[in-house]
């Protein structure tokens, strides 16, 4: 039934192992378990599928131990959890002392604990026992005694009319009237009968009121007198005047066609100032794009005293009652879990990311032993600090200059493709990170691959206007104009730049929603006729849960119309725009570095092209824990 039960050590020292077949898993455990899940801090839910297996595992936080079990994910083994709380109770009891000897585990572990195998033994059975005791428990129904339909009686049943006493029979003190009820226009009753209600009675005025209008019906159905004039007729319909409508003599004065009057001065004049006041940043953005924001060690310490300080009106104060020499427990930690998880939620961290950090901070904390509540509050903002950095933390790092230089050598284009839903600001951003690539002093060439919206086109050429002016001949438009295949411009395009000795090229894309089907798949036809060294995706910092369905759909759609047979190419790269509009609300970054593992490359925080940013992931972590 159980393939493997190990315990060992966070330094990876293997205290004690236990396993019924021959298969290895070495490399599962270190890769798997240690590499993707404990070090990477993804996904510490305490189980892990790989394969057909299944790993369930504990962290004891206060001997630095980890219990491990691996059984087959068929055999659905129901008394894992209680084997586990079973072996980490007798071996923490048996060999106490050992674990807080740092020097035993130098020694060799197999003459410590070689003895815990009768105890396992032993919790093994226990374990088994208790499950199929369960297993055999048949719950019995109810009997009619037991249920809600015996307590019900005949007067339960009956219902009372309105203004009838609850013990009142019905028709008991209502006294006959001989008056008619209200007659209906042919003279016969309204309802073929005489109804006899109580004064003041709901149904008494229901009645007075029908009367009435029984008679304003006989009032109105009278015929007109043949003698009155009938009202004369309008002689056509009049033509309704709107209020500041204008008259016909304005048309004069509102007519721009005229070539002498147009407005292409006005715009000139507008590009020109732009122009002049992007002038000043020339220079700016040189070599690597400077932190979203500058944070120091001594800002973060002075951080934690106000954290500590100002604790009593935030999720800090929580933790109050957990001072003392005592250890911490999951029970201990819900209050405080609860209240984080809100937090972030509110910060526009998505629900399943807010999770998996919460138990991630409750597996660090849980079993600590604290003494004070300046202690707990530092061990808590610190293991809260270290889950989001680990988060946020790529598994990768993206330097675009020096690919940039690298394919240079290679005699080829460098080929970034931006995608993303409708009015994320795709072109937009698509224009800083061409100012920033100039300033770096590399030719890119635009492909105009959106050729879906309207409108899409003319705005890369007024920003190739804008970017020419300031860096003169660094930048050109390839364009086929509305209607054409996306993949064959983006193909068009590479061919181009390479004959012509581009450094880059940044295939600009029609936005799309992660549901639409038919542009999905000619996203991934892009990409995979093409092969881009980048594909990057661009996110508003605003959303939250959405960003999560956002992302999953894209990636969906890139790996379901991949080439069969071949690793299908995902996101690699994330931007994230209008981020200077959500104040501290940062949980976007978190959300979608959570599901998709891939850095965050740019940071869009205003309306010039020297508005680029890195992300700053100490900047991150403050705004969600202030």
């Known amino acids: ?183 209906s226009p042919g003279g016969a009753s309204s309802d073929g009968y005489n109804s006899a209600s109580p004064p003041g009675s709901p149904d008494e005025e229901v009645a007075r009121q029908r009367a ?171 293991a809260v600090r270290e889950s989001l950095v680990q988060l946020l933390t790529p598994k990768h790092r993206v330097d675009i200059l020096r690919d940039v230089v690298e394919a240079k050598r290679e005699g080829r284009p460098y080929v970034i493709v931006f995608c993303g839903v409708n009015g994320v600001g795709k072109s937009t951003n698509l224009a800083k990170i061409t100012f920033w690539l100039t300033e770096n002093k590399h030719r890119v060439l635009i492909a105009a691959g959106d050729t879906f919206r309207a409108g899409a086109v003319e705005q890369l050429r007024t920003h190739t206007r804008h970017l020419n002016a300031l860096h003169p001949q660094s930048v050109h438009l390839y364009e086929q104009g509305y209607g054409k295949d996306a993949a064959g411009l983006a193909a068009a395009a590479i061919k181009i730049a390479a004959e012509r000795h581009f450094d880059v090229v940044l295939v600009d894309t029609a936005g799309r929603m992660q549901d639409n089907e038919p542009l999905m798949r000619e996203l991934a036809k892009l990409i995979r006729v093409n092969e881009p060294d980048l594909v990057l995706f661009v996110g508003e910092a605003l959303v939250g849960n959405e960003a999560v369905d956002q992302l999953v759909k894209f990636n969906e759609a890139l790996a379901n119309h991949a080439t069969p047979g071949q690793k299908p190419r995902l996101i690699d790269g994330i931007v994230l725009t209008k981020f200077d509009t959500i104040d501290d609300k940062v949980g976007a970054a978190v959300s979608m570095t959570y599901i998709t593992g891939q850095p965050i490359l740019f940071v869009g925080c205003g309306q010039t092209y020297a508005d680029l940013r890195n992300l700053n992931v100490g900047a991150v972590v403050h705004s969600l824990l202030n």
Not at 10 to 39: A, H, S
């Open 1 to 183: 039934m159980i393939e493997l039960f190990s315990i060992f050590t966070k330094g990876g020292v293997c205290l004690w192992n236990y396993q019924e077949g021959d298969y290895n898993f070495t490399d599962t455990v270190n890769n798997e378990l240690i590499k993707g899940t404990l070090m990477q801090e993804r996904g510490n839910t305490g189980q892990k599928k790989v394969g057909n297996y299944t790993m369930k595992f504990q962290l004891d936080n206060e001997y630095n131990v980890i219990f491990l079990v691996i059984y087959q994910s068929i055999v659905n083994l129901s008394y894992a959890e209680k084997l586990l709380s079973l072996v980490i109770e007798n071996f923490r009891e048996q060999y106490s002392d050992n674990l807080r000897d740092e020097t035993a585990l130098t020694t060799q572990p197999s003459k410590i604990y070689g003895g815990f195998d009768d105890t396992f033994e032993n919790a093994l059975a226990e374990a088994s026992r208790s499950a199929k005791a369960s297993e055999n428990v048949v719950k019995k129904p109810k009997t009619f005694q037991e249920s809600a339909k015996s307590q019900k009686t005949i007067d339960s049943l009956i219902v009372s009319r309105p203004g009838q006493k609850k013990d009142e029979k019905p028709g008991k003190g209502v006294k006959e009237t001989s008056k008619p009820a209200p007659s």
């Open 212 to 382: 009435k209008l029984f008679n304003r019906m006989a009032g109105n159905s009278k015929k007109k007198s043949p003698e009155e004039p009938a009202p004369a007729k309008a002689k056509g319909k009049q033509a309704r005047v709107w209020a500041l409508s204008g008259k016909a003599s304005d048309v004069a004065s509102l007519d721009r066609s005229n070539p002498k009057e147009n407005d292409e001065n006005a715009i000139n004049e507008e590009e020109s100032r732009f122009v002049d006041s992007m002038r000043d940043h020339i220079g700016s953005l040189k070599g690597d794009l400077k932190a979203l924001q500058e944070s120091d060690d001594e800002d973060d310490d002075d951080a934690d005293h106000d954290v500590v300080k100002q604790s009593s009106g935030g999720w800090f104060s929580m933790i109050k009652g957990l001072v003392g020499e005592k250890k911490l427990t999951s029970e201990d930690l819900t209050p405080l879990v609860e209240k984080m998880r809100d937090n972030l939620i509110m910060k526009n961290v998505a629900s399943e990311p807010a999770e998996k950090i919460c138990q991630s901070v409750v597996s660090k904390l849980e079993g600590k032993v604290v003494t004070n509540f300046t202690r707990v509050a530092q061990e808590v903002k610190t």
